[in-house]
């Protein structure tokens, strides 16, 4: 499996993006996908995750701000992304699990991106 994430960028504080994570995975339908960060110095976090009936997970941090989706049709997975804050700021990855729900831990994801930077200035 592979996933190629795009749309992040350079914004600032209150702005939007919208990130994108391509898989090509005949079996995308029904996987858990998880959008997470990682910022210089912290552990991989785990932002949003949504399941095969479409239920989703998101942070505290994010929650009201952040929005995940997909389009099974595209094999793609989205993160839309609003009133962005500073600490928002961090590599962003997009993470599949190959059987069973979304977990937040990182270790339980078995397919990685190679990651899109967001920086969100002051």
């Known amino acids: 499996v592979q996933l190629v994430e795009s749309g992040g960028g350079v914004v600032q504080a209150g702005g939007s993006l919208r990130l994108s994570c391509a898989a090509s995975?005949?079996?995308?339908?029904?996987?858990?996908m998880g959008w997470f960060r990682q910022a210089p110095g912290a552990e991989r976090e785990l932002v949003a995750a949504?399941?095969?009936?479409?239920?989703?997970f998101y942070a505290n941090s994010v929650k009201g701000r952040f929005t995940i989706s997909r389009d099974n049709a595209k094999n793609t997975l989205y993160l839309q992304m609003n009133d962005l804050k500073p600490e928002d700021t961090a590599m962003y990855y997009c993470?599949?699990?190959?059987?069973?729900?979304?977990?937040?831990?990182?270790?339980?994801?078995?397919?990685w991106g190679q990651g899109t930077q967001v920086t969100v200035s002051p």
């Open positions: 993470a599949l699990r190959r059987a069973g729900d979304y977990w937040v831990s990182w270790r339980m994801y078995d397919d």
């Open positions: 949504i399941n095969s009936g479409e239920g989703t």
């Open positions: 995975d005949n079996f995308f339908s029904i996987r858990a």
